[in-house]
């Protein structure tokens, strides 16, 4: 794999202070020229208003040598560098190092890359693959408590979803996954790695219906996150609200039962993420959830449960179950 010897590091301040140092030099010992790019420490900065600012610096220093992208950090740096390498010059190489929990599992791979808008998450974007992903979950060391829970929650979904294994894996040893142990970590790595690349190798561009299994949880979530202005809700704890939704509604379908649905629950509390989101205007997330991409003709594609490891997709939700729910999981003064 030739790669350019130009790279350009983007990140956040702390990061590079604490893991861009050591990559910088690794690197320019092995004779590659290195150039770092900070940007905000937000789900802010996915935004056009960013891309535009890197796309800028580096299209003036590059000049007419071409950069190598590499994205050190969590989904946010993977999506707006992959989103960048996508459009600069009409595509650039780039390299993924993710370094959250979130990241590793789930958004460093799979290529979708994008930014987002005041009225949607990820409205803007593209399909596109790095080079190379390199997971080193000794990164993960340093993340705190918050962004653990965070990338437990997509970890959570995995299980949900396609892996009953996992998922008791995950009920069983709970505080071993929380607390980052190094078999726990390697664990839910590869699991989740492995179900997302099978997912995507066989729908890559999402027309089967196949990739839409990874959106269990996500319709509601993204709605919150957009909701709340990109603020105070992380990914996860944003996506745990509407895996109880989504759980809730798979139990009130008949297609998953109380008792599957309860565990799934508990184990969502128990990794102490949100099970409601308070504080957001439940009108503004119910106008949020129309701009979301899985909605098709104008009517909401829900991913639900048909049993713990088994997905049903459905655009024929009986129309009172969504306002009857949603109350329940965003609650108004
Ligand atoms: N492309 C996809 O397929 C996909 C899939 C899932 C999620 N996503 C996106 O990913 C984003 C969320 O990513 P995230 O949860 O990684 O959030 P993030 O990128 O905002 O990172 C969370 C926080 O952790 C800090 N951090 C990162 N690594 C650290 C480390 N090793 N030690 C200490 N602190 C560290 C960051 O500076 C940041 O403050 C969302 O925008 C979501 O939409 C994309
Ligand atoms: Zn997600």
Not at 190 to 198: F, L, T, V
Not at 239 to 256: F, K, P, R, Y
Not at 284 to 290: E, K, T
Request: charged share 25%; glycine share 10%; net charge positive.
């Amino acid at each position: 794999m030739k790669l350019p010897r130009d790279v350009w590091i983007v990140s956040h301040p702390e990061l590079l202070q604490r893991y861009g140092r050591g990559l910088t030099a690794a690197l320019r010992k092995a004779d590659w020229s290195v150039n770092t790019l900070a940007v905000p420490e937000s789900e802010r900065s996915k935004s056009l208003a960013t891309a535009q600012r890197v796309i800028e610096r580096i299209a003036r220093q590059a000049a007419m040598r071409l950069p190598l992208l590499l994205a050190l950090g969590g989904g946010v740096v993977g999506d707006l560098t992959g989103f960048i390498a996508a459009v600069f010059r009409r595509g650039v190489p780039y390299v993924q190092i993710p370094t959250t929990l979130l990241a590793q599992v789930d958004s460093a791979i799979g290529g979708k890359v994008g930014v987002d808008l005041a009225c949607g998450k990820n409205l803007v974007g593209a399909f596109n693959h790095p080079r190379l992903v390199y997971n080193n979950l000794g990164l993960l060391q340093s993340l705190p408590l918050r962004q653990r829970r965070s990338g437990l929650a997509e970890v959570i979904k995995y299980g949900a979803i396609a892996d009953r294994t996992l998922f008791q894996f995950l009920r069983r040893r709970l505080p071993d996954c929380l607390g980052l142990k190094p078999h726990a970590v390697k664990l839910m790595v590869e699991r989740s790695c492995r179900i997302k690349a099978g997912i995507v190798s066989k729908d890559e561009r999402e027309t089967s219906g196949l990739r839409a299994h990874l959106n269990f949880g996500h319709t509601l979530g993204h709605a919150i996150e957009a909701a709340a202005g990109y603020r105070r809700w992380t990914h996860g704890e944003a996506i745990a609200v509407g895996m109880c939704a989504a759980t809730e509604m798979s139990v009130e379908c008949g297609w998953l039962s109380a008792t599957e649905g309860e565990k799934l629950i508990r184990l969502i509390q128990d990794a102490g993420l949100p099970m409601q989101a308070k504080g957001v205007s439940r009108r503004i997330v119910q106008r949020a959830m129309r701009y979301d991409k899985k909605f098709i003709h104008g009517r909401p594609r829900w991913v639900l449960l048909k049993g713990i490891g088994r997905v049903q997709v459905t655009e024929n939700l009986p129309p009172m179950l969504l306002a009857r729910i949603l109350p329940k999981y965003v609650p108004q003064p």
